[in-house]
């Protein structure tokens, strides 16, 4: 429409440049903001029957395939790094971070940055030594040695959780209601069974 006005008004020249703007540059910006929104960076700790890499490459796990069906379902491509809760720089680069991730007691104040959304419950065990290990890797370590600890005590209940940066609000409650609506239609029950027994 300017681009006619500008054109009527004798002024061909103005008229060409701010079709080229209006129609070449202003899509190439929708273009990228698209691009942009549709990808996740994710950080993951390689948990056993969480997220674990294949030796082929790939993935496996319950958690990596909930985030795999939610990113489908979303049209969204993720982007994996595996990362240490340790590695600051690196955590600040991304959207979620997910693998085992439950509250001890020990990163509780790291983990108020970011907005949580519960995943699977499990429970903690402590050994005489105040040394705290979540379910999966207890069960994971169990197979590895070959053998059962009964130093460990039951401390109760508690949740893996993925943590999602503070900002992207929106994904975080995609993905509590996608994880509602996978509890309900059995899908949920399906990847717990399959990944851990």
């Keep these: 429409m300017t681009s006619g006005a500008y054109l009527l008004m004798g002024a061909p020249d103005v008229s060409f440049a701010s079709l080229a703007l209006g129609a070449g540059f202003t899509t190439?910006?929708?273009i990228i903001s698209v691009r942009k929104t549709g990808k996740i960076k994710v950080g993951y700790i390689k948990t056993p029957y969480l997220i674990d890499?294949?030796?082929a490459g790939g993935f496996?796990?319950?958690?990596?395939e909930l985030i795999s069906e939610f990113a489908k379902e979303q049209k969204l491509d993720l982007d994996f790094e595996a990362i240490t809760l340790e590695a600051e720089s690196k955590l600040k680069r991304l959207d979620l971070l997910m693998g085992g991730l439950?509250?001890?007691?020990?990163?509780?104040v790291f983990f108020e940055t970011w907005n949580k959304v519960q995943v699977l419950e499990t429970r903690l065990l402590k050994n005489?030594?105040?040394?705290?290990i979540d379910l999966m890797r207890y069960k994971h370590k169990l197979m590895q040695d070959g053998y059962y600890d009964?130093?460990?005590?039951?401390?109760?209940k508690s949740y893996y959780f993925f943590l999602i940066e503070k900002s992207r609000t929106e994904l975080a409650d995609s993905l509590k209601e996608f994880i509602d609506r996978t509890v309900e239609d059995g899908r949920f029950e399906e990847w717990v069974r399959r990944n851990l027994g």
Excluded: A, P, Q, S
């Design 128 to 132: 005489e030594n105040g040394e705290i």
């Design 28 to 30: 190439f910006v929708f």
């Design 102 to 108: 439950y509250d001890d007691g020990t990163h509780t």
């Design 60 to 64: 496996t796990g319950f958690e990596y």
């Design 53 to 55: 890499r294949k030796d």
């Design 150 to 156: 009964y130093e460990y005590d039951n401390l109760g």
